[in-house]
């Protein structure tokens, strides 16, 4: 579970499906916010962190595996000893090395999570990392850079993470479920949520203003 109850009530499981790739597109292209240059791009490192976070809370012996420079956590993530004590970062450049790191973490069994900057992969990539994530029983969590999203992926939820305008001291996100594949999501369920990061915890919920009601 993702332990926001308005994302969780959508998806058939109540989160995100274990020994499974969850690919997360977005957050920063070239030109936007930071620098124009070619092949950077901004991962959804907030989206990512707090999943890893549930899953190292819910399953403490085994840790997470960042893969690729561009997902790696922020200081501030690994600020307390427990975080930093159970998370290997891995710097791998080419698409090819960052494939091999990952499919070798998920399948040792050891991280419970792996993140890994998907930029250039293709769809026999994603197909050997599920089957990876299958055999390891980890989650998999993949991010590519916006420009990507029409490459196709063999991730059985694919979500798209952008920037959402905030007059408020808190940072927000629009994040929209694009797809899960091989499941029907609860009737009624809704696919598109506003989250915003609570500054003292650094958890994900849906914005308070659109939780209690109000048009803050």
């Known amino acids: 579970a993702l332990g926001i109850p308005e994302v969780d009530d959508t998806l058939p499981l109540g989160g995100l499906a274990p020994g499974a790739v969850h690919e997360w597109i977005g957050v920063t292209a070239p030109g936007e916010s930071g620098p124009a240059r070619r092949g950077w791009w901004s991962a959804p490192l907030a989206m990512l962190w707090h999943v890893?976070?549930?899953?190292?809370?819910?399953?403490?012996?085994?840790?997470?595996?960042?893969?690729?420079?561009?997902?790696?956590?922020?200081?501030?993530?690994?600020?307390?000893?427990?975080?930093?004590?159970?998370?290997?970062?891995?710097?791998?450049?080419?698409?090819?090395?960052?494939?091999?790191?990952?499919?070798?973490?998920?399948?040792?069994?050891?991280?419970?999570?792996?993140?890994?900057?998907?930029?250039?992969l293709d769809l026999a990539s994603t197909r050997r990392l599920q089957l990876a994530a299958e055999a390891g029983g980890g989650l998999c969590l993949l991010a590519r850079p916006p420009a990507e999203r029409g490459e196709l992926s063999a991730a059985m939820t694919r979500w798209m993470v952008s920037w959402c305008p905030s007059s408020f001291a808190t940072r927000r996100w629009t994040v929209e479920l694009l797809r899960c594949k091989g499941m029907r999501p609860k009737a009624g369920a809704r696919g598109l949520w506003v989250l915003e990061q609570d500054r003292a915890t650094r958890r994900l919920g849906v914005a308070a203003y659109l939780a209690d009601g109000s048009d803050r």
């Open 52 to 120: 890893a976070l549930r899953v190292r809370g819910a399953d403490v012996p085994r840790g997470c595996v960042w893969v690729g420079e561009a997902v790696w956590p922020l200081a501030t993530h690994l600020a307390r000893a427990e975080a930093l004590a159970t998370s290997l970062c891995v710097r791998a450049p080419a698409p090819e090395e960052r494939v091999w790191a990952a499919d070798l973490a998920l399948r040792s069994q050891a991280a419970g999570v792996v993140v890994a900057d998907a930029s250039g």
